[in-house]
């Protein structure tokens, strides 16, 4: 890669490592050789609390503020089954580029990369650039951005801004820009009885028909109406288990899945104490295991949000929504240090079989990130 303005060889090289979580596939090193080239100091930044070591690496180029900092994973999700193409070929098709991590999201970080190529074609900067990348955004995530962010507290050092280029965009580029995240709560509820002959149920204590009170009473009303920057809160259910192959038996046990995305009317904490409250309510033994793998946070539009979607209006003609829709995203964790959005390519494809995106929206992506540049990093 030796024209690291044009971001389409440097999404094909990225796309081209198998990074499927946990692996790495030597995307890490294709991009730190990319950001050497550009002047930028890498620090390769190993972790496994979680299990296999993750990569992880943090870039920056400069030493004066403002620190604007862009966010994003090499690592990507199982290719699947159902590919017209080889999934790490990368191959250009009718102008659209095919590959898994396309649009999810090496080619946002390959925007990003030729936008700070060019901008420092065009001079020096006032403040300083980095890039937070990490190998753990697709999977369990307790390896990745927070390690990073542990270590630049740990020396001192800050962000001032930061841009995620999840793909935040559903049917056209310019359609959105991520302004916070709902949180997220995954319950595991097991309703306790005891077994017996389906002929004698007076014998035996069935946890079934507690446990479908349970889920009853659990949605049987909307948890809230939605809120100023939020849509409403939703609980789904997502198994309902009690492995009984005999049609003779009542079971020991039945067991229930569900997960809750909230807005910030509620907090992890104030929902499990809902559930507990509720179940508490039906009666009878049960165990509860409940997993908060984030909560819901905004980052309230201001200078961040509006450079973005000025540079966004500019190239596209279109006034981009400030929204919080869609899952979780490590912006969840690098809220903690400094305002955070987020704004990428289109999302039609992420984690689909032919995961493609745009050619052309490459270039206009790396021309929206080069105006965030000029805006808020500046010049002397």
């Not at 796309?15 to 991009?31: E, F, N, Q």
């Not at 050092?157 to 959105?176: I, Y």
């Not at 009666?283 to 509006?306: C, H, K, R, V």
């Amino acid at each position: 890669m030796t024209d690291l303005t044009n971001p389409l060889p440097i999404a094909q090289a990225l796309i081209r490592c198998a990074s499927v979580t946990p692996a790495d596939g030597g995307a890490m090193d294709v991009l730190a050789a990319a950001l050497a080239g550009l002047g930028f100091t890498c620090h390769r930044l190993e972790s496994a609390t979680g299990g296999p070591v993750i990569h992880n690496l943090y870039a920056r180029l400069g030493e004066s503020a403002p620190n604007v900092c862009f966010a994003g994973h090499t690592d990507v999700v199982p290719v699947g089954k159902g590919w017209s193409v080889e999934p790490f070929a990368a191959e250009v098709i009718d102008g659209r580029l095919y590959g898994r991590g396309a649009a999810d999201m090496k080619g946002g970080i390959a925007c990003f990369v030729a936008a700070v190529a060019r901008f420092l074609e065009a001079g020096p900067s006032r403040g300083s650039i980095s890039l937070l990348i990490t190998g753990d955004e697709e999977g369990p995530a307790v390896d990745g951005t927070v390690t990073v962010l542990d270590w630049l507290e740990a020396r001192g050092e800050r962000l001032d801004a930061c841009l995620v280029g999840e793909p935040t965009n559903p049917r056209a580029l310019g359609d959105g820009i991520k302004i916070g995240r709902r949180g997220s709560l995954n319950a595991r509820l097991t309703v306790l009885g005891s077994q017996g002959h389906a002929a004698y149920p007076h014998l035996a204590d069935n946890p079934i028909p507690r446990l479908l009170e349970m889920l009853r009473r659990l949605t049987e009303a909307p948890l809230d109406e939605g809120s100023a920057h939020f849509q409403a809160s939703t609980l789904t259910l997502t198994t309902i288990d009690v492995g009984n192959a005999a049609t003779n038996v009542i079971p020991a046990e039945a067991r229930a899945g569900f997960n809750i995305r909230f807005n910030d009317l509620h907090s992890g904490a104030s929902l499990s104490r809902w559930i507990g409250t509720t179940c508490d309510g039906v009666g009878g033994q049960y165990e509860l295991a409940i997993e908060i793998s984030g909560e819901s946070f905004i980052t309230d539009p201001g200078p961040l949000s509006a450079a973005v979607a000025a540079a966004v209006e500019a190239e596209t003609g279109r006034v981009p929504e400030l929204n919080t829709a869609g899952g979780t995203s490590d912006a969840r964790f690098i809220r903690r240090a400094c305002p955070v959005v987020e704004f990428g390519l289109v999302g039609q494809t992420m984690h689909k079989a032919d995961e493609n995106v745009a050619v052309a929206d490459l270039e206009t992506l790396s021309r929206i990130y080069l105006r965030v540049l000029e805006t808020l990093v500046g010049r002397p």
